[in-house]
């Protein structure tokens, strides 16, 4: 079993910064057994969406929508994955969730509320 905590969410003016937090917690052989980690978000009325992934590599990849803006990245030393949000938009208003992949199956976080006042 994996558990994952999100933490760091709040509101932001747009243009501001925000920094979230997953922290990974479980088994030695649980958390070995992840191969990629990810942060999504759900807008009001909106389904979830992908917003970055880093695989076990170190390979990322992102949503066109926050290309250039956020950066995920980790800190295996701590079991924490990050997301550095950079230039928010009020668009950028969601519940941002952590994901875990295994080869068993996916965890995820509660959520942490992101909001972004214009």
């Known amino acids: 079993q994996v558990q994952l905590v999100e933490s760091g969410g709040g509101l932001v003016q747009a243009g501001g910064s925000m920094r979230l937090s997953c922290a990974v917690s479980?088994?030695?052989?649980?958390?070995?057994?992840?191969?990629?980690m990810g942060w999504y978000r759900q807008a009001p009325g909106k389904q979830r969406e992908l917003v970055a992934t880093?695989?076990?590599?170190?390979?990322?990849d992102y949503a066109d929508s926050v290309k250039g803006r956020f950066t995920i990245f980790r800190d295996n030393a701590k079991n924490t994955k990050y997301l550095q949000m950079n230039s928010l938009k009020p668009e950028d208003t969601a519940v941002y969730y952590c994901?875990?992949?295994?080869?068993?199956?996916?965890?995820w976080g509660q959520g942490t509320q992101v909001t972004v006042s214009s």
């Open positions: 479980g088994s030695i052989f649980s958390i070995n057994a992840i191969n990629a």
């Open positions: 880093i695989t076990k590599g170190g390979s990322t």
């Open positions: 994901r875990a992949d295994t080869v068993r199956r996916d965890y």
